[in-house]
């Protein structure tokens, strides 16, 4: 009877592992294979650096528009 409980709980544990690691690798296994065959990876999605660039297109646009969009209350003031 033991034995029957060892199995079980270990039976248990190893199939949720497997399940576990299928459920992990499974959604990039054609990337893995693809790597494996010698085919080059597909490139790497990198927010950081869309965002740096998105940046440098705003601040240009910004640098280019002058003050002319500044607001009057904005400017700074003289002094009296």
């Known amino acids: 009877m033991l034995t029957l409980v060892t199995m079980l709980v270990f039976g248990g544990a190893v199939s949720l592992a497997i399940y576990a690691i299928a459920s992990t ?13 010698g085919h080059p990876a597909s490139p790497r999605f ?7 660039r998105a940046e440098r297109r705003i601040a ?3 640098w ?9 209350s904005c400017r700074p003031r003289e002094a009296a």
């Open 25 to 37: 690798v499974r959604p990039q296994a054609t990337r893995i294979v693809r790597i494996l065959r």
């Open 46 to 52: 990198e927010p950081l650096s869309t965002l740096v």
């Open 60 to 62: 240009v646009r910004r």
């Open 64 to 72: 280019s528009a002058g003050s002319a969009l500044v607001p009057v």
